[in-house]
């Protein structure tokens, strides 16, 4: 049986590690061709192969930072040079930087979650859209998180972003309904990438804290959540999905066990 994706055009933001890389294999082993972007192209280029030897006609590749509008313009015309429509849209590219509390915040980490967490979102979407309308069935997928839609100490404008992904998905949905193109949020919970190891800036020590003694969801879980939303025939929308580890009751309610072993 053919796959519903084979052969689709998937385009992937943040496709350089963890969720977005993930799903880079996972649609390539459903058929799909590729157009990957993030900051680290070298990344890309290794992703890019990987999803060429897991089945896909065609894994390219660009440059891209959804936090400037001069770089997402850039993406967009060399996505028109491969092709005339895209039929899925992962907004993925984003992530926390720093864990302060309010009272000691960093104007560069605020900044930065808001550029590409909302304001990528927003711009790439703007770009990408007049290939997807016209195209019914078509879908946009934006990952979102917990924390959206739960605060935490320390989490203010993670928190803050992913609510404001949660509720750009929402105004899309209501914009785009009547045009055949899908909107949909997948939020996960806690996941080993490299969220932790950019949220502490490279402390590795700490980073693994966050996981220890459970079992947290695996980026394969969550590209296994997309690669199935997308496959749902054309009038079906999975708007909005939450995606937790079983360890994982709310976003601080998590059961450890003892002595690190899992
Ligand atoms: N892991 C979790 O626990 C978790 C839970 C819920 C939601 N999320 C969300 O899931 C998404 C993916 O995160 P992840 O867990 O897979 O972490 P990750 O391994 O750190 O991946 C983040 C990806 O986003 C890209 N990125 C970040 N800023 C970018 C920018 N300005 N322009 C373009 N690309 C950018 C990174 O690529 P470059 O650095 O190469 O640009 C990288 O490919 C994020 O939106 C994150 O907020 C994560």
Redesign the pocket.
Known sequence: MTSPLSNKWVLI????????AAAARAFARAGARLLL????EE?LEAVSEEARLAGSPAALFHA????RTDSVEAFASWVRTKTDRVDVLIN?????HGLDPVANGKDEDWEAML???VL?VLRVTRAILPLMTGHPGSYILN?G?VAGHTAYEGGAAYCAAKAGELQITRALRLELCGTGVRVGTVD????E???SL?RFKGDSARAKKVYEGAVPLR?DDVAEALVWAASRPPHVCIDEMIVKCTDQAEVYKIHRRTGNKV
């Open positions: 933001t943040g496709a350089s590690s963890g969720f977005g972007g993030a900051r680290r990344r891209l930072d959804v936090a993925n590219a984003g992530g926390a550029q590409s967490n990528g990952i998180s996960p919970g806690l996941a990438t490299e969220f950019v980026a």
